[in-house]
């Protein structure tokens, strides 16, 4: 897709933007505490208040993509054409330093229609975690609630309920870049630093202040060792369907995958800006968003790189199988270079669902149109799990 056309679909598609200095949206927002532990965590992790948080945040809120209309024709799917790299890890994200100067790396949010709204409870899963590891996160979920008073919270939430034109579901991706990791707190199962269940879900609110201090390391800024710059990390917030019974229906499937396509496309174009190439304007009467570069420059684009794991696979109740199979489909639409699968112990059903991906789009000679994929994907008759309560 050519630059003019990107610029097209993103004017038709970006719905909210703003900028941020985190230490200001920290100061005028600061984050509300429910939680003991999240408490302490946050109090090591910010001697200095609000003056502990470096950098900027850019927010992005995205009205859902169409999805093209097959994987591999060239007219229909723009984004497409070349083979993605796929990779699984058994561990947590860890939010690392880009691979090189020309990649840009995103984590993925599992998140509730109320975007980062459980920061401040009991709970700890992956989204709260999320959090708490990137408390400015917290900030900015206080100032769009803030400001979402009186329009039912249109700007923090990574869904709407209904579109403007029929009663069917859309995604509606947030994205947030530039955002500070303050802190990293192991939740594995330890007897010798005090966490014998570890500390995920219900487990970290009743730990002591011992074993928490000793989960805990604090960064003041994080710095890539090949720049010595410091770097921050990139977040996708798009919510999964949850708590369904019964087998995967064709609507839901569908659904699945327009909201995997629609943050990783998102993510796509935001990278774009990262680097440079598109340029972001929040003032008001102009265009958000323009070419920063001579388009008959042979500037490469920025190679970017998926961090996702069982998304909506624990208290949505979803099963990891076919939840796996369509992200991947959903970043090989999007034209994702990479995608990186931490599995957490579920490498079986993650390498089940790659053997799907693979049976019904990798491996197929030809065009694959997107509503036979999802056809076949529902012959294999995926059943719902359920919650597991985090």
Not at 138 to 148: N, T
Not at 231 to 239: F, G, P, R, T, V
Request: glycine share 8%.
């Amino acid at each position: 897709m050519e630059l003019r056309q990107i610029i097209k679909v993103i004017k038709n598609h970006l719905t909210h933007h703003e900028s941020f200095i985190a230490n200001e949206l920290v100061k005028q927002n600061p984050p509300k505490w429910y939680c003991k532990n999240k408490k302490l965590i946050y109090e090591m992790a910010t001697p200095e208040g609000a003056d502990s948080f470096h950098g900027k945040l850019e927010y992005t809120r995205w009205e859902e993509f169409p999805l093209p209309k097959s994987f591999k024709g060239e007219s229909d799917n723009p984004q497409g054409g070349k083979e993605m790299k796929i990779e699984v890890k058994n561990d947590v994200f860890d939010y690392s330093s880009p691979e090189d100067n020309n990649t840009v790396n995103w984590y993925i949010n599992f998140a509730d229609k109320h975007v980062f709204g459980y920061y401040g409870g009991n709970l700890f899963a992956q989204d709260e975690s999320q959090c708490l590891e990137h408390p400015v996160l917290c900030s900015l979920r206080d100032y769009l609630v803030k400001g979402d008073q009186e329009s039912c919270f249109t700007t923090a939430r990574p869904i709407l309920t209904k579109d403007s034109i029929s009663s069917s579901f859309i995604s509606t991706p947030i994205l947030v870049r530039g955002v500070e990791r303050k802190v990293q707190v192991k939740t594995d199962v330890n007897k010798n630093e005090k966490r014998p269940f570890g500390l995920y879900g219900n487990q970290f609110a009743h730990a002591s202040p011992e074993a928490i201090k000793l989960a805990t390391t604090i960064y003041d800024k994080r710095i890539d060792p090949k720049t010595g710059n410091p770097y921050y990390s990139n977040i996708i917030a798009i919510e999964a369907p949850k708590h369904g019974h019964g087998k995967y229906t064709f609507n839901t499937i569908k659904r699945i995958l327009a909201t995997g396509y629609s943050g990783f496309l998102a993510a796509k174009f935001e990278s774009l800006v990262e680097k440079g190439i598109l340029e972001r304007n929040h003032e008001e009467n102009q265009e958000h968003t323009k070419i920063n570069i001579n388009e008959e420059e042979s500037v490469p684009k920025p190679r970017v790189i998926i961090h996702t794991g069982n998304w909506g696979c624990g208290a949505y109740g979803g099963n990891i199988t076919i939840m796996s199979c369509l992200q991947i489909a959903a970043a090989h639409l999007a034209g994702i270079d990479k995608i990186v699968y931490h599995a957490m112990g579920n490498q079986d059903e993650f390498n089940s669902g790659l053997q799907i991906y693979n049976e019904l789009i990798k491996d197929v000679e030809g065009d694959v149109k997107i509503d036979d994929f999802i056809k076949n994907v529902e012959l294999k008759d995926f059943q719902w799990g359920l919650s597991n309560g985090t």
